[in-house]
């Protein structure tokens, strides 16, 4: 009986435990009848807030990408380029801060000036003064050659001729400082495909291929294969000399000679050959230029009613080629430092005026050859190629002999009736 006891004394705290509520959850039941009730699905929303992280997490990534390729650009992007050449050739990257993203030697001789030195980052103005520092110990620049064409390109004109400006002021206040001056070229770029292509081919930079170009618009004898492996000082030299001034191109200070003879040695030179003396001159000129592979001074001077020409070696003195002619004025305009022209008329040659041929009126083949072997100071035996003809020049009928002899080449015309030498040209092949 102590069992049944037991179990009527659980029932009864079930019972007190858990209360019947049938019938109120039955009516609770019919009251929620035809509801929806909405379920909250938490696995959705989870995703979804996965995918906006997502979503901004690779914006933010963006930002940060343009942002850094903004800093990256506006350190390592280049704005502009400037070209220092002396004979050494170097190309300098700036960026829109001014700021140095590449040196790169054009040549050998850049290849030298920049040596070790680490520009990157630098200050165009301080990178440029390194530079021309390491020219000047190098010997590139000195009183002999002292020259330098810098050359800004870029998209923006105004900043380019603004940076040239000061670049420019700042290499020649350098310059200047020294125990010389200096002269300095200064342009800004006008690319096109022309110039680009060339600077290519004879590995120059764009800034000294403008240069260039510029000189033989202005003079067609020149070719830009003949200049292109000239100096700076070599250019502007010429440059100098022409009747033309180079355009688009500023220049400070005087390109220097010390490397040469100077035109009062040249001038010299031609007169004690033409056997004339200075104050019997008149419409004297004179020209630095570029031929037969050297520099040369190209004098023209009128003397009594002769025209002469020289080409003169600048550096050494000698006489490449020279050419007188005749067939000017007998009675020619005077010096304009003179009352009267010269009376007297000299003869180029010492060979005495022969009789006239019989028969003919003409000397012949034969003297006409002898008169001009014995003005050029040869042998027959001596030449080669040589040819005679006769013809006739501005109411003269002349022997026009040509021939070679070592390295040269002469030709003369020589008139038919008196053996005068009526010109002639003597030309080192």
Do not use: W
């Not at 343009?66 to 002396?86: F, H, K, N, P, Q």
């Not at 998209?155 to 000061?166: C, T, V």
């Amino acid at each position: 009986m102590k069992n049944d006891k037991i179990e009527r004394s659980v029932k009864r705290a079930f019972v007190n435990a858990a209360p019947y509520q049938l019938d109120k959850v039955t009516e609770k039941c019919k009251e929620q009848k035809g509801k929806v009730i909405p379920l909250e699905n938490k696995q959705a929303k989870k995703s979804i807030n996965k995918t906006f992280a997502r979503i901004a997490a690779a914006a933010a990534a963006l930002v940060l990408m343009i942002m850094g390729s903004y800093a990256y650009g506006e350190r390592y992007g280049v704005a502009s380029t400037v070209a220092l050449d002396v004979n050494p050739s170097i190309e300098i990257g700036v960026n829109k801060g001014e700021k140095v993203v590449y040196v790169t030697p054009k040549n050998e001789d850049g290849k030298k000036v920049i040596g070790d030195m680490k520009l990157e980052g630098s200050d165009i103005k301080v990178a440029v003064n390194a530079l021309i520092g390491s020219m000047l110990r190098e010997g590139y620049i000195s009183e002999m050659a002292n020259s330098i064409l810098i050359s800004v390109n870029g998209d923006d004109a105004e900043k380019n001729a603004a940076m040239q400006s000061a670049l420019s002021a700042e290499v020649t206040d350098m310059l200047n400082t020294g125990s010389f001056q200096g002269a300095v070229l200064s342009q800004t770029i006008t690319s096109d495909p022309e110039t680009k292509r060339l600077a290519e081919e004879y590995g120059i930079t764009e800034g000294k291929a403008q240069l260039i170009r510029q000189i033989t618009e202005n003079n067609a004898a020149h070719t830009f294969e003949e200049l292109a492996g000239l100096s700076v000082n070599e250019l502007n030299l010429i440059g100098e000399s022409g009747t033309k001034s180079i355009a688009n191109v500023t220049s400070a200070g005087t390109a220097s000679e010390r490397a040469y003879i100077g035109e009062a040695e040249a001038k010299r030179i031609a007169l004690a050959h033409a056997g004339v003396n200075e104050g019997d001159i008149y419409d004297y000129e004179f020209e630095m230029d570029y031929e037969h592979g050297a520099m040369i001074y190209e004098l023209e001077f009128d003397c009594a009613g002769c025209e002469y020409e020289y080409d003169i070696n600048a550096k050494t003195g000698e006489i490449i080629k020279f050419e007188t002619d005749r067939r000017g004025s007998v009675s020619p305009s005077p010096a304009p430092d003179a009352a009267t022209a010269p009376a007297s008329t000299p003869t180029p040659s010492s060979t005495p005026t022969p009789a006239a041929n019989a028969e003919s009126g003409y000397i012949g083949e034969s003297k006409a050859k002898q008169i001009a072997l014995a003005h050029a100071g040869v042998s027959e035996g001596s030449i080669r190629e040589f040819e005679c003809e006769l013809d006739r020049e501005d109411g003269i009928t002349v022997y026009e002999i040509d021939f070679e002899c070592g390295n040269y080449e002469y030709e003369y015309e020589i008139n038919a009736l008196t053996g005068e030498i009526v010109k002639y040209d003597i030309e080192e092949e």
